[in-house]
Structures are given as C-alpha cells and as structure tokens.
C-alpha cells in the first residue's frame, strides 16, 4: 500500500490560461502565466531544493534555499518568488548555487538540534531533506554562541548558565506540540494560520536573531487564538510543529484517501497508518470539498474509535431495568428478527419501523430503508434530518424541483457578496468557512442575518457589512422584507425572471412583498432589525455583483422553517443568483451525510431519489427488483412514530447511528415513545442516550472500518474506505444485512459497491456512479447519469429542474411559543467549534479541553436584572421542563435573548425546548423557546437524579466464568 | 483594585486614541506612536484593544510592536539616553564610552536607574556618523563624545 505520497509544488497553481514556456535545466515546460520557477521546475519534474515555500501558501522567498540562476539576469533569484517569462532560461544546479545553498544550509544547522535519530520527524522532516538534497557535511560554526538550541549556555567563567533564548516545549494544545528549539523561522506555520485557516493566530515575535513564532501574544498555544486546525502542523517542515500521536507512536507507513465523518463539509483526509493504528489523519490536497484543509475535529478528533466505552458485542436484555447481556451476533439477530415478527403478527405491519443515520453511508441508510420497505413491507423509516434540514428538502423541491444546494464549495471563490442566514461556519463547517473567510479577505461583502453576534460577524480581517441581529423566530419576516426593498426599489433582475420563471407567479408574489406592512419601517418592530439595516443589506445583495446566499439550522428549526426557505429561493430568484458561479443557495448540512440519507429515501414518503412512495412506475421498478408489493401510503414520521408509541401502536424500532433522546426535542415525550415500545433495537458506537431505552444493542463501526461513500452539502459523493477492520466484527451494512437474512430476506451483498451498483441501477441521478467511476474521478456531484456524465457541479444552469422557478408567497405567522411575564426571554441553540452535535464522539476525546460543559449565554443586561455573576449556575426553564447550567455573560446575544450549545447530555438543552414544529415538515423549533433563567445553587435534582439513572441503565452483565 | 482600575483606564484611552487614528491608511504604527506618547511606553493591555478595533488578530498586533525596538514594553526613566552602537561608532570608540556609562550609571542597556532617572539603550546608526561616536538624550542628538561629554551626560541626567 505505502504512504500517499503528494507532490508539493512550492507555490500554489496559477489560474490564467495564458501559457508560457520556460527552459529548465535543459527541459521545455509550459505552465500558465504567472506561475513561479519553483512550480515550472516541478512541474518539469525538477525539484529545487526549499523550505519556506509550500503550495498551500503564496511565496515569500525567506529561506534563500530556492536559489536559481536565469540566463540574461544577474545574481541568483529565489525561484518561489520569481514568475516565469516567456523564453527563460533556468539553471537550477550549478557551482556557484550549490556554494551558496551549502552556506545557507550550513547557518541553519547551525541553531537547530542534531538530535535526528530521537526527534520525532524523523523521516518526515524537510529539513533533514534539505541538508541531504544539498551536500551539507560538516557544521564550522559549533554550538557554543548564541543559540535557541540548548537551555543552559556556557557562561563567562565557562560555567553553565541559563541560555535565555531557549524557549521550552509547548505541549498545551492537547494534539500537538511546539518546540521552539527545532524552529527555522520559515513562516509556514504562520502564513497556514493567515491564508488558509484565515484565524491569524500566529506571528513572528522580535526581529532578526530574536525572531520566534508566537501564538498569541507570547501565550501558548491552547491561551492564544488557535483554533487547532492543524495547518500549521502540516506546514512546518521541521519537528518544531508536530502531532502528538507522532511523538508516541512513529511516523506512518501506510495512508488511505477517506472521508471525514464529521459535518456536512466532507472534507477528504489521507488516514495515516501504522499497521493497524491510526496514525494521524492529514487533509488531502486534492480533496475537492476541503483542498488540503481541515478543522479541530476532522483533523484530530478522532480518538472515540477507540474509546474505552465504545462497545464491541451483541446486548440484549428483556427489560430496560435489567443489566445487559452480552450475545453471540446470531442470538441478537434471530431476537430482533424474532421479536419484530412477533409484533407484526400481534400489532400489524405498521406497528415496527426504523431510523436511519445520517452518520453512516449512502449503502448502509439505502440498506436500512430497504430493511423497512422489503422486510417490514411499511414505509415507516424516518431520519434525523427530520430534525435538521426536512424544510430545505421541501422549500427547494418546491421552488426550484431539486431538494439539494445548487452550488460546489469552489463556487464562493466567485462571490461577491456573501449571505449567512441562521448559520455559524465557523463553528460547525469551520473548513467552508476558511475558505469563505479566503474569499471576503480578498474583498467580497458579508450580510449576516442571525441573533448572535457569531465569529463570522466579526473576526480578525472579516468584518459583515450588515448584521441583521432579528429576534429568533422572525426570519421570515425579514427574508421577506428584503425582498420587498429588491421590488418595491425596482432591484430585481426582470430578464432573468421572465426567462426563467413564471411571470405571473412573480407578479402575484411581487404584488404581496409590496405590501407596506412588510416594509423593513414596519418589520422593523418586531424583528428589531433597523429598517436601514435591511435596506442596505438587500441593495447590496441585489446589487452587488454574485450573490450567494448560505443558510444552516437557524433557518430550518422554526415553525416556518420551510416558508424562510422559499423566502431564500426567492430572492435569489428575484435577483437572478442562481445558476452560475459564485452565486445560488446553499443549506449548510450538519452531518457527513445528511445529505446522503435524504437522497437514499429515507422520508417515508419517498423512494430514493426523493420520489413519492405513491408513484406507481417508481415502486415497480423496486417491486420487480426486490419481488415484493411495497406500500404506496406514506409511513410515520419520528414523532408519529412516538405518538403511535404512546398509543400503543408502534411497539418496535430499529435505529441506526441516532441518539434521538438527546437530539430530538422535547426529551419527556422522546423518552415516553421508547419507554412504551417493546423492541428497541439501537445500533451505535456507545450505549447513547437513547440505548436507555434498549432491548438490543448492535455495535456500530466507524468510519475506518468501512467502505462506502458520504454525499456532502454540495451533493458530492465522496469514497469512504476501510483503513482498519472493524474492532466489533461487523461493518454496519453487513450488520443490517444480516438481520435481513434472519428476517428471511434473501440478501447477498458481499460489498457495499454492489449496493451503490443498485442504487445507480433504480436511481435515475445516480445512473452513472460506480465505485470503478469514484475511482477514476475522485468524486463526483449528483446528478450523474447520461445527461452528465462528470456530475454536476452547479444545477439550474440551463433551466430550474422543475421547468420554470416558482415564487411562492411567504406570509409571516409569529410563532405560538411566545414570551411573556413568566417566560420573557428568547432561548436559542447552535454549535461550538470543537464539540459536534450531541457530543457522542467529541466529548471522547481530548477536545473536551475547550468545552467541557455547555454554558448559557446571556446580556449583561439580563443577567443584571436577574443578579446573574460570570459563571454562576443558572436555572433554565421552560413551558416543557428546565435545566441547570453555568452563565457567561456576553455581548454576543442582544438583550431578551440567551443562547447554548446541546453537546452535553447533563446539561440536555431539549429538556427545555417544546415540540412547535415546522408546519410543513415537523422540523422542531429548536432556534426559539420562551424561557426564564434565574439563579441557581448547583445542577437540578432532575440533572442529580439522572446521573443515577444514567448508571443504572447502562450496566452490563459480568460474563461468567466458563464451566 | 488599583491594577484593575489602572487597566481599564488605559484600555479607554487607547480605545480613544485607536479612535483618532484608525481612519489613516495603514494606521498601527501611528497608533502605537501615540499610544507611547501618552503612556510613556506600550502597555500589553494596548494591545487587544488595538487588535479589536482594527479587527486584526492579538497575535499581529504583537508581531508588530516586538518587531520595533523603539516600542518600549515598560515605563522609562525620567531620561532616556540611546548611545549608538553601529560601526562607525564602535570604530571611534564607542565601546569604552558605554561601559564607562554603564560603570557611572550601574546599569546595562535596556535598564532603568533605581531612582528611575535614566534608561539606557543602544541604538543603530543616528546619521551621526561624522560625529562619531554619538548618542541621544531625550531626543537630542550629541556629538563626538568624549570623557567630559560622558560627565555632562550624567550629570544632566542625575539632576
């Protein structure tokens, strides 16, 4: 197998298509203009010896290692910062060059350790590359003047001394370390942090001699501003910068291309390898959703795979009360099998059904669905996009006839202006927004609309030109306010509207957004948003060049959630930002493959490909394949299903990689559905909050020990691959199969490309993907079939998929949960960097050092009021229940309204928020919840209680011993 | 108390002098002028301030004011007397001269008299070089320093 190995070109690719042709060496090559020499010569195949350049930042040509003679020039230029010019002629080795990068070579070694053998680089380290590449033998400088290398220094009277330039090692951070003693002071690490995380958390301190990188302001690096991102461990050519789990366990000697199992980014990492362990994981440069970049999760946290509580065998018990027994694989399988039957016959067909992940891949939830459909002949499957982006699904289905993105990530490259509604990228799609903040560095304008004041609001080199700080639940409003300035102001693009939409659709909804009563003046009394403010944000979006408008959960998770996302198809319909570059709509999906999951049918209404269940041509092409009558009535939604469950209807479930007792809202209601059924089957990693409520526990696998693939938010189906076999014995696939087969179902998968070979063979945007196809192409965006046959990048370029765009009217109804004496504050939710969805894999690992508890987020004029401290504990409560949590007291919120994250079950936010849903999809209104918060002596008894309880259900049976 | 009082009072002013300046094109070195002005020296808790309303990272704004010598990170004394130090000084003695002023003042460069009356510093190159060797006390420049130019010095500075 052996490491992946990547060419570094020194210097990133030029985009002109102007061509030029230079001489190296002797050798021709032609590369588009404005590429520099380093590049030309590697893409020659010559490589010029470097340290301070790398292709992943712009040149800087400060280690004078690059240096070139030019036939016609004088002196010896660094190749890295010279540009080629047409008929240059490049000596890259010579006499007087292999002199000077001796010298230069010489002065490094010079200050930097020879501890080679025990340093941790060893064999992945530029430097020692460098000494090799240029000859360097001997050192005629000695170590015995001024020096960063070695803590004591020979003094005055040849007695040991304190050396105050040596600085100690930083291990703060909890994945990396950072030796300032083994640092060259290239640069690399400060300008990743600049160009390609865009945090600028990095330096260089003091000046010549003095020169060092400084996190912070001479802080380590867990006090300054980093993020750990880790680019700047990819970028260090020295020890200096360097993994952790390098120091303990060596350099890798195996890599798999894979994709990350954390958000809807879906950013491509080479899985790096010692025979079975999992070395480090290094973004993949030719990842199209990431290009080399990564984020604190993707990149480090992916210590829960081998968690000690992740579970590895078959449970079963017959009562919730009871402790778990652990089974051989076929006693779980032949339970379920048995036991789901038993319901069936005793409560009907409709009475079991499952949830699929949005965590596993397309194969595993097409898998799940089949189960349902084949096995249990209902359509009862649901999944938790239920919960997050249902409405996404359904308003862009409706206005558009795609429930998808319609743009790639490359495509906010092209933007002008940039709208972030109800989202924070920099906490949840941290790698998206690099890449965002890339482009409004190099001068693009950013609208946000949202409650917080979130990172993307302001931070070092980004700044929003608008912050529209609406009271939660009044986006709609808003959205359509905007839309009333780009009519009522004559802003919007009628060329494009009347080729591309219906026109008297246009007329009606312009003749409604007209209205004065939907006037920013008049909005602007109940979203606090000054008129001037949405004035000004929708002039610049309708006039401002490319406009493109991404959106995340602070859109969807309201009782109007659909109708904000008409609103946005709209205006970007009103303005004519669809079907280019740089422009069009985009949900920001929360998890891996939330996109996936919906594609893979897993709404009961609807087949794979989101066709209705009552389509007659579509259920015939799956009854033929699968020879069994499928039913053409939509089954149950999640909380039908817990509905039904209280009624006594619904006794069974299956679900896969879902916590939906910590992740569902109202968490009484969640608990009462389980508590009622009488075969819960979870499969997961750990015994999650919703493993309470078990019969049967399946042990799930990770990411690493599975083949498949993951569609991220920009429709990308992206290969995941097996890199370790799985630590519980089954991939899950093969676990579904198998209770399948105990269900007398007649599968025979022996790997997941057979199952994507059947979802192209009856999924018409799939048609064309194949695992061979994957493989050649990398990736590639649905649609894929004959039509395009690359995949699609940018949908609605010719034309809306449905035919013409429709505009739909998106009449504001307030919420019904409503402030008042007893609940005067607005709470809302959302994410933190280093925490991920309900925590189940990030609170096991070691990033738990920057959030180890949700906090609640509150005005200083609030917390004022209520006599609320910094960090005092506060009770949260609501009309559906309360909790306890720690207060910070921030600014970030505006005055009435509170905030915080759900990563941690003891804290466990849904206790709080209500079961209002979107009317159109049950989407829970997570964004708004009327609350009151006071003060508090410590955690609820509630919070005590369920510390016990959690125990108590989560005990396993000692095995014993053999006869 | 005091030391909290104390920074949130020099936070206000620099968040007022930033307010003055940051319309200039290229504004953080002007504004780190200022800031010395008024204080005296750069106090760390300048920084993130400036840093905030520049909207540049607190890590920049550090790499800036440590790059420049003249940035002074503590208070001075009453005088701050520079001696150079660069080679057509040192090639006229400049050497002896600032040991000898180190020896009457007991202290080395980049440090304040216990009385706090006078801080020492070297400095590179004041375009004195005819003048060899030169130095400056409080921003004025002196010439071809001799023994009795060191005792002026210290005497000045001893007042």
Known sequence: MGLVQEIDYGTPASKSENMVTITVDGFDVTVPEGTSVMRASMEAGISIPKLCATDMVDAFGSCRLCLVEIEGRNGTPSSCTTPVVPGMVVHTQTGRLKDLRRGVMELYISDHPLDCLTCAANGDCELQDMAGAVGLRDVRYGYDGENHVFAKTRGALNDSVANIRYMPKDESNPYFTYDPSKCIVCSRCVRACEE????????????????????????????????????????????????????????????????????????????????????????????????????????????????????????????????????????????????????????????????????????????????????????????????????????????????????????????????????????????????????????????????????????????????????????????????????????????????????????????????????????????????????????????GGNGAIYYGLGVTEHSQGSTTVMGIA??????????????????????????????????????????????????????????????????????????????????GIYIQGEDILQSDPDTKHVSAGLAAMECVVVHDLFLNETARFAHVFLPGSTFLEKDGTFTNAERRINRVRKVMAPKNGLADWEVTQKLAQAMGLDWNY????????????????????????????????????????????????????????????????????????????????????????????????????????????????????????????????????????????????????VYTTFHHPDTQANVITTDFSDWATNCPEYKVTAVQVGPSNGPSEWQRDYQELSRQTRRIAPLEAAE | MIMQAQSTEIATQTRAIVEGLKGLEGPLLPILHEIQEEFGYVPQESLPVIADELNLSNAEVHGVVTFYHDYRRQPAGRHVLKLCQAEACQSMGSDAVADRIKRLLGIGFHETTLDGAVTLEPVYCLGLCACAPAAMLDGEVIGSIDENVIDEIVAEVRK
């Open chain 1, 570 to 651: 709209n205006l970007a319909m009103l303005t004519g930002n669809i079907g280019r570059k740089g422009v069009g709509v985009n949900p920001l999906r929360g998890q891996n493959n939330v996109q996936g999951s919906c594609d893979m049918g897993s709404f009961p209404h609807e087949f794979p490909g989101y066709r209705h269940v009552s389509t007659d041509a579509v259920r015939e092409t799956f009854e033929k394949l699968w020879g069994v009558e499928l039913s053409d009535e939509p089954g149950l939604r999640i909380p039908n299903m817990l509905d039904a469950a209280v009624e006594g209807s619904f006794r």
């Open chain 1, 196 to 543: 390609v995380q865009g945090t600028f958390a990095l330096t260089i301190e003091g000046r010549g001699f003095d020169s060092r990188v400084s996190p912070g302001m001479h802080q380590n690096f867990l006090e300054s501003e980093c993020v750990s991102c880790g680019a700047c461990v990819q970028a260090c050519p020295t020890g200096t910068l360097v993994e952790k789990s390098v120091i303990e366990i060596g350099v890798p000697e195996r890599s798999v291309v894979t994709t990350c199992a954390y958000c809807g980014v879906g950013c491509s990492f080479k899985a790096e390898m010692r025979g079975d362990e999992l070395v480090r994981m290094v973004p993949y440069k030719d990842g199209k959703a990431n290009r080399g970049h990564s984020c604190v999760k993707g990149r480090f946290a992916y210590g829960y795979a081998s968690h000690k509580e992740r579970i590895l065998n078959p449970m079963i018990r017959e009562k919730i009360t009871d402790p778990w027994r652990e089974v051989t694989w076929e006693e779980a399988f032949a339970h379920v099998a048995s036991e789901f039957r038993r319901i069936q016959y005793q409560y009907g067909r409709e009475a079991i059904g499952g949830i699929t992940s949005s965590r596993c891949t397309n194969e595993e939830t097409y898998l799940v669905q089949k189960l349902i459909r084949q096995g249990f002949r209902n359509n009862n499957v649901d999944t938790c996009a239920r919960v997050c982006h249902s409405p996404t699904g359904y308003g862009l289905g409706q206005a558009f006839g795609t429930s998808a993105g319609t743009q790639d990530f490359d495509s906010v490259e092209h933007s002008d202006v940039v709208m972030v509604i109800g989202a924070n990228p920099a906490a949840a799609h941290p790698v998206f927004a690099s890449r965002m903040k890339k482009r409004l560095r190099q001068g693009a304008k950013l609208i946000v609309i949202d409650p917080r004041r979130t990172e993307m609001v302001k931070s070092p080199h980004v700044e929003a030109e608008h912050h529209l700080a609406l009271r939660p639940g009044t986006n709609v409003a808003v959205v359509t306010a905007l839309a009333h300035v780009i009519v009522t102001e004559g802003l919007f693009d009628e060329a494009f509207i009347r080729e591309r939409c219906d026109w008297s659709e246009f007329e009606d909804y312009a003749e409604f957004v007209s209205d004065p009563k939907r006037s920013p003046e008049e909005v602007e009394k109940f979203t606090g948003v000054p008129a001037e403010e949405i004035r000004g944000a929708a002039r610049l979006y309708a006039t």
């Open chain 1, 750 to 897: 022996a790997h997941p490309s057979q199952v994507m070979d059947e979802i192209a063979a009856t999924t018409p945007s799939f048609a064309k993907v194949s695992y061979e196809y994957l493989e050649q192409m990398g990736s590639v965006q649905w649609p894929c079939n004959e039509a395009a046959p690359e995949g699609t990048p940018i949908v609605h370029m010719d034309g809306f998929v449905r035919g013409k765009g429709k505009f739909i009217r998106t009449e504001y109804v307030p919420t019904d949960e409503k402030t008042g004496p007893r609940f005067p504050l607005l709470l809302t939710t959302g994410r933190i960097l280093s925490q991920y969805n309900v925590g189940a894999q990030t609170r096991r690992t070691e990033n738990v050092v920057w959030h180890d508890e949700d906090v609640l987020e509150i005005h200083p004029h609030d917390a004022e009021q209520r006599g609320i401290r910094e960090g005092d504990w506060v009770r949260l409560t609501s009309r559906a229940g309360e909790t306890t949590l720690r207060a910070q007291i921030t600014d970030r919120v505006a005055p009435g309204v």
